[in-house]
């Protein structure tokens, strides 16, 4: 057991929305510790991203399991973490779970798309049959040593199959023994208003950023991951490039305040101590 997926457990069980940023670093999840978030989101397009791949399937399981062990070494927040599709069948899965767990997650989620997946926001998805996914919800459960390790399933199926075929999968998958529910590609107010209601009697994970966090705790879900923070890094980083290439300067200052923040946020401090404690 670890402290943080008891941290986690409380949360969810709290009568508030728990509110998770993505991140794909150390740095990133430190930014968010310091911020006051009480839990952040690992997430798999951002992982791949920051290795240059599109989120298509293409990093592997023990590539995402270090991405884990760094976010959640660098921080004392629950890591809700990306697992893709569990890398495989049912065994497969099982070993995933253990995997992350080992790593240091407080919870991970699994999709029910084919494999190679594919970002869920992306067309041309494909998801594999209930009965198929419904043993890897199963196998999930099974695996994690802790009994407060989170385990979610995600059902990609809205883009490809549409409502009535989440709302089966959705409840099976709750059945199997998940314990949250994530029903992912939700685009318009009209479907979040339906997820909320058609499904508001499950415990649900929110993907996205359509209302404002105050009204989407409204709609009743236990936990929002949001994605507006990794593309407002995106654009914070493509405007600084543009702006150094176009005119060979930047608006940020490299000393002064932010550079101390910035060392801050690392734990300088917390080292040097450390290093007065035993080093002469």
């Known amino acids: 057991m670890t402290k943080t997926t008891a941290q986690l457990r409380k949360l969810l069980d709290g009568p508030e929305m728990l509110l998770a940023p993505f991140v794909y670093d150390g740095l990133q999840a430190k930014i968010a510790e310091r911020s006051g978030f009480e839990a952040v989101y690992m997430t798999g397009f951002g992982t791949a991203a920051a290795r240059g791949f599109p989120d298509l399937g293409l990093l592997t399981m023990t590539e995402m399991v270090q991405n884990v062990r760094a976010i959640s070494h660098a921080v004392n927040l629950p890591v809700i973490c990306d697992a893709d599709t569990g890398y495989g069948n049912a065994v497969n899965v099982w070993r995933t779970v253990r995997e992350y767990e080992d790593a240091g997650a407080a919870a991970l989620h699994i999709e029910d798309q084919v494999f190679p997946k594919r970002c869920g926001f992306l067309v041309g998805k494909q998801v594999i049959a209930m009965e198929e996914m419904v043993p890897k919800v199963r196998a999930a459960c ?19 199959n549409g409502w009535e075929d989440v709302a089966r999968r959705a409840r099976a998958y709750r059945a199997a023994g998940a314990d949250l529910i994530f029903v992912d590609g939700i685009r318009t107010l009209d479907d979040l208003k339906r997820y909320a209601t058609e499904l508001g009697d499950l415990p649900l994970l929110y993907n996205g950023s359509l209302l404002p966090v105050a009204d989407l705790a409204r709609y009743g879900f236990k936990l929002t991951i949001h994605t507006g923070t990794m593309m407002a890094a ?32 690392l734990g300088v401090p917390e080292m040097e101590a450390l290093s007065k404690k035993y080093i002469s």
């Open 142 to 160: 099974d695996a994690r040593r802790d009994p407060n390790f989170v385990i979610i399933a995600r059902t990609d199926a809205l883009a490809v």
């Open 234 to 265: 995106f654009v914070a980083i493509r405007d600084a490039m543009r702006q150094l290439k176009e005119t060979g300067v930047l608006d940020v200052p490299i000393t002064g305040h932010l550079f101390r923040e910035l060392i801050e946020t």
